[in-house]
């Protein structure tokens, strides 16, 4: 396969979660294949330390920033409208918002984490982001891409939990009682599998206006955590350890690009065989 199949000059990237760990990576897999990069995210000062640590590495001008609340369809359909005005079509949409919710020590986490006491409001605000904000993203700006007969690409960013249940032995705290220890809560399972059947419905819904839909099911991303639970997570990884945090550029570039031309429908699971295990 020759490289120029993974260019993407002239693209444009919507990276929806764009100032989070994530999102800066591929922010950056878009930009080393010639694209430009839009991320959007709530908080601007974060936006602005994105953009400033990626323009160390690459064109500034094809580095974009944009406040953005994938929950809300009105604000959606005014931040489509006014890109469409300062970069022109989207032709990339990469869903990457999520909550992710932190199993730390201290906190009403320890408590609220579990099933049984697992806070409604938590589970529609983590819902509305995760899924419901996927679902609002492709709805506007998929259409964008049918509508023109251009076609385009949707990447939505699942995780290994999507295909398989969370190992909650990994989060257990010594002397803690068993109602009391902290698990990985239901709605990052739930919202990552809804993700996965979203990706597979639209992957058909615009097919003749070619417009491709695909997932990509990271596993965990080494940052900073510590010891004791990188030390639990690499026992249960065939390749013994963590992902750097860009070792998933190469996926999304070619996910994103003409390389996966004949793909859609499809979950990539890179997860150093965790969930083959």
Known sequence: MSSHRFDLTGKVALITGGAGL??????????????????????????ESAQAKLAEQFEAARIVICLLDVSREPDVVATAAELQKKVGRIDILINNAAIDPKVVAGGNLLETSRLENFPLDQWKLQVDVGLTGAYI??????????????GGVILNIASDLAVIAPNQSLYRRENT?????????????????????????????????????????????????GEAFVQRVSA??????MAQRDEYRGAIQFLCSDASSYMTGQNIVIDGGRSVW
């Open 236 to 241: 249960l990884i065939p390749l013994n350890r």
């Open 137 to 150: 993203c492709a709805k506007v700006f998929g259409s964008a891409m049918a509508a023109d007969g251009l």
């Open 22 to 47: 994530l999102g800066l990576e591929h922010a950056a897999a878009i930009l080393e294949c010639g694209g430009t990069a839009v991320l959007a995210d709530l908080d601007w000062s974060r936006l």
């Open 177 to 225: 009682p068993a109602e009391q220890q902290p698990v990985k809560p239901v709605t990052y399972s739930v919202i990552k599998a809804g993700l996965v059947g979203l990706t597979r419905y639209l992957s058909t819904y615009w097919a003749d206006r070619g417009v491709r839909s695909n997932a990509l099911s990271p596993g965990g991303v080494f940052n900073g955590q």
